[in-house]
């Protein structure tokens, strides 16, 4: 393992027909930290999700996880390296029941899923009094849990949440933040990619602050609100607050 | 999951199985019985490749009319034992599957008319004049010297067995549910590491390996065919509609399916001819409209879990 991340992303290019959606994008992260992606929308940062675990193959640039090259792999093979993450709008298998979206990936996560028991992991998401429902009958935050619970199934070393936070109360906002940061103690790379601040600010070590595709700022929120370019393309966006 | 698929096999297949084994020594129409072991078979191949991964097979004669002009080539030119020509039924549908994996990418409405259009692509083929020498074309195939009714529907029950087993074991293993999980969402399947493209692979060949086997157990038993009778695109609306009528991605759904709809069939279809389109159309309409997953959900709506 590299000294400086886990996962590196270096001068990456998305293109969609004639449009760049990441410009040469460049950031890294390391074990066991949080770092926040953040942007106005369509700035690029579900691009870069996707782009990272598979399920796009870069136009150009470089991801490498572990100093591998990882660009253009298939996702399943990235779960097996141990790459995970949630969806924006989240995925889950609507008719398998709960532990049945959770078995699938125990089962082919393939990283000797040893410890982790299914219905451990749905207690600790408070998911388990639906064990047996199907995933359908969940509502969006408990889906997008249930997206969470399926990742950790597969125990990642690199976890990519894609705006987890969005439709939770202030209590579960707490709750959740708790538990990504217990989960970057025990040594797995976080990227948290959300528009509220008053989380990122809770949850994350360093943020990118992405805009256009390209990373405009790195370091600390508390510094990145400052800075006159990061101000100009959020604090004139919807996402003041 | 082991204790699961010993209890359905024995309580499901098994039963079945005995019966179908039974039945020719106390009803005389045997080639009805034939008929009926073999939509088992074909439906629960439907059952294999839409009930797990959302493939809808319109074409899926296609592999049951290959299976049956594999049987019919390998016992007219090399002189092969039938049980050997059968094997060669289901390998013939196997490679005829991976010629068409590349379907495999389209997905709904395209897939099905793709597999559609190439199942008539194998038919005409197979018709064709220039290729007499080898199929007979159009003028059809002749195989008296393997005929055997009793050996062929034995070995028919052979292979409905075989399939039975295929879907209990889709049906309680995790092989199963990842092929579920590719059907419900392949990108969310993908990162619960599932080998996407290299399950529906499987799911399909598997499919195809069911049809093609059944196609050379059916050219055993009549002996005598043509292309169009093989090729019949009644044998993929039969057997999709019996495994809808059901409900896949179970184990029963098909089953009942088939020997409700195709016993209705044979019941009015002899009796009163005039009226069973009528009553068949509005069955068909009726399920479509009240129960789209099929007579299961009568079940499963109410909780039950329906094997
Ligand atoms: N599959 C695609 N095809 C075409 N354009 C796309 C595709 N995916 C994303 N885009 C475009 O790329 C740009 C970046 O989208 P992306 O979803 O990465 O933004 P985002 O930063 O996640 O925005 P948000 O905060 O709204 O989620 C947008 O203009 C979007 O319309
Ligand atoms: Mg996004």
């Given at each position: 393992?590299?000294?400086?991340?886990v996962?590196?992303?270096?001068?990456?290019?998305?293109?969609?027909?004639?449009?760049?959606?990441?410009?040469?994008?460049?950031?890294?992260v390391s074990p066991g930290e949080i770092l926040?992606?953040?942007?106005?929308?369509?700035?690029?940062?579900?691009?870069?999700?996707?782009?990272?675990?598979?399920?796009?193959?870069?136009?150009?640039?470089?991801?490498?996880?572990?100093?591998?090259?990882?660009?253009?792999?298939?996702?399943?093979?990235?779960?097996?390296?141990?790459?995970?993450?949630?969806?924006?709008?989240?995925?889950?298998?609507?008719?398998?029941?709960?532990?049945?979206?959770?078995?699938?990936?125990?089962?082919?996560?393939?990283?000797?899923?040893?410890?982790?028991?299914?219905?451990?992991?749905?207690?600790?998401?408070?998911?388990?009094?639906?064990?047996?429902?199907?995933?359908?009958?969940?509502?969006?935050?408990?889906?997008?849990?249930?997206?969470?619970?399926?990742?950790?199934?597969?125990?990642p070393r690199l976890l990519?949440l894609?705006?987890?936070?969005?439709?939770?109360?202030?209590?579960?906002?707490?709750?959740?933040s708790s538990k990504i940061k217990a989960l970057a103690q025990r040594g797995t790379a976080i990227i948290v990619?959300?528009?509220?601040?008053?989380?990122?600010?809770?949850v994350t070590d360093r943020?990118?602050?992405?805009?256009?595709?390209?990373?405009?700022?790195?370091?600390?929120?508390?510094?990145?609100?400052?800075?006159?370019?990061?101000?100009?393309?959020?604090?004139?966006?919807?996402?003041?607050? | 999951?082991?204790?699961?698929?010993?209890?359905?096999?024995?309580?499901?297949?098994?039963?079945?199985?005995?019966?179908?084994?039974?039945?020719?020594?106390?009803?005389?129409?045997?080639?009805?019985?034939?008929?009926?072991?073999?939509?088992?078979?074909?439906?629960?191949?439907?059952?294999?490749?839409?009930?797990?991964?959302?493939?809808?097979?319109?074409?899926?004669?296609?592999?049951?009319?290959?299976?049956?002009?594999?049987?019919?080539?390998?016992?007219?030119?090399?002189?092969?034992?039938?049980?050997?020509?059968?094997?060669?039924?289901?390998?013939?549908?196997?490679?005829?599957?991976?010629?068409?994996?590349?379907?495999?990418?389209?997905?709904?409405?395209?897939?099905?008319?793709?597999?559609?259009?190439?199942?008539?692509?194998?038919?005409?083929?197979?018709?064709?004049?220039?290729?007499?020498?080898?199929?007979?074309?159009?003028?059809?195939?002749?195989?008296?010297?393997?005929?055997?009714?009793?050996?062929?529907?034995?070995?028919?029950?052979?292979?409905?067995?075989?399939?039975?087993?295929?879907?209990?074991?889709?049906?309680?293993?995790?092989?199963?549910?990842?092929?579920?999980?590719?059907?419900?969402?392949?990108?969310?399947?993908?990162?619960?590491?599932?080998?996407?493209?290299?399950?529906?692979?499987?799911?399909?060949?598997?499919?195809?390996?069911?049809?093609?086997?059944?196609?050379?157990?059916?050219?055993?038993?009549?002996?005598?065919?043509?292309?169009?009778?093989?090729?019949?695109?009644?044998?993929?609306?039969?057997?999709?509609?019996?495994?809808?009528?059901?409900?896949?991605?179970?184990?029963?759904?098909?089953?009942?399916?088939?020997?409700?709809?195709?016993?209705?069939?044979?019941?009015?279809?002899?009796?009163?001819?005039?009226?069973?389109?009528?009553?068949?159309?509005?069955?068909?309409?009726?399920?479509?409209?009240?129960?789209?997953?099929?007579?299961?959900?009568?079940?499963?709506?109410?909780?039950?879990?329906?094997?």
């Open positions: 393992m590299s000294r400086d991340g996962l590196r992303v270096t001068d990456l290019v998305k293109r969609f027909g004639g449009f760049f959606a990441l410009g040469g994008l460049s950031f890294h926040g992606l953040v942007g106005p929308n369509g700035s690029g940062k579900t691009t870069a999700i996707n782009v990272i675990s598979g399920l796009y193959a870069p136009d150009g640039g470089s991801v490498t996880f572990d100093d591998a090259a990882i660009g253009g792999t298939v996702s399943h093979k990235l779960v097996h390296l141990g790459i995970n993450r949630t969806f924006q709008v989240p995925k889950p298998f609507l008719s398998l029941t709960v532990r049945q979206n959770v078995e699938v990936a125990r089962a082919y996560g393939g990283r000797r899923a040893g410890a982790t028991v299914t219905d451990d992991l749905l207690a600790e998401y408070r998911l388990a009094e639906y064990a047996d429902r199907p995933a359908a009958d969940l509502n969006s935050v408990q889906q997008k849990l249930l997206d969470l619970v399926r990742a950790l199934a597969t125990r990519l894609d705006e987890l936070a969005a439709g939770l109360n202030p209590t579960e906002l707490d709750w959740i990619v959300e528009h509220l601040m008053g989380f990122i600010a809770q943020v990118i602050v992405m805009n256009a595709g390209k990373e405009i700022f790195e370091g600390t929120l508390a510094v990145a609100v400052q800075v006159p370019q990061v101000i100009e393309v959020f604090l004139g966006g919807e996402h003041a607050a | 999951m082991l204790r699961d698929f010993i209890r359905h096999f024995s309580l499901i297949v098994v039963p079945l199985v005995a019966v179908f084994a039974v039945l020719p020594a106390v009803y005389d129409n045997h080639l009805l019985l034939f008929n009926f072991v073999i939509f088992l078979a074909l439906a629960q191949g439907v059952n294999i490749i839409y009930g797990f991964t959302g493939y809808l097979p319109f074409g899926y004669v296609g592999f049951f009319g290959a299976g049956a002009y594999g049987f019919a080539i390998v016992v007219m030119h090399l002189n092969a034992p039938a049980l050997v020509a059968v094997a060669i039924a289901g390998l013939v549908a196997v490679l005829l599957g991976l010629l068409l994996t590349p379907l495999l990418r389209l997905t709904g409405a395209y897939f099905s008319i793709a597999n559609l259009a190439a199942a008539l692509a194998v038919l005409h083929f197979v018709a064709n004049p220039a290729l007499e020498a080898v199929t007979r074309g159009p003028y059809g195939v002749s195989l008296t010297g393997t005929f055997n009714p009793t050996m062929a529907y034995a070995t028919a029950l052979g292979i409905l067995a075989l399939t039975l087993a295929i879907v209990v074991f889709l049906k309680n293993s995790s092989f199963g549910l990842a092929l579920q999980a590719v059907r419900e969402d392949p990108v969310s399947a993908a990162m619960a590491g599932v080998p996407v493209v290299r399950m529906r692979v499987i799911a399909w060949l598997a499919s195809a390996l069911v049809a093609g086997l059944a196609g050379g157990a059916f050219a055993w038993y009549v002996s005598v065919f043509y292309p169009d009778n093989v090729f019949s695109s009644e044998f993929s609306i039969f057997a999709i509609v019996f495994a809808l009528f059901g409900g896949v991605a179970t184990i029963v759904g098909p089953i009942i399916g088939v020997l409700i709809l195709y016993g209705v069939y044979n019941l009015i279809g002899f009796t009163t001819p005039q009226y069973f389109q009528l009553i068949y159309g509005l069955l068909i309409m009726g399920l479509v409209l009240f129960l789209p997953a099929g007579l299961v959900s009568l079940a499963t709506r109410r909780g039950w879990h329906v094997p």
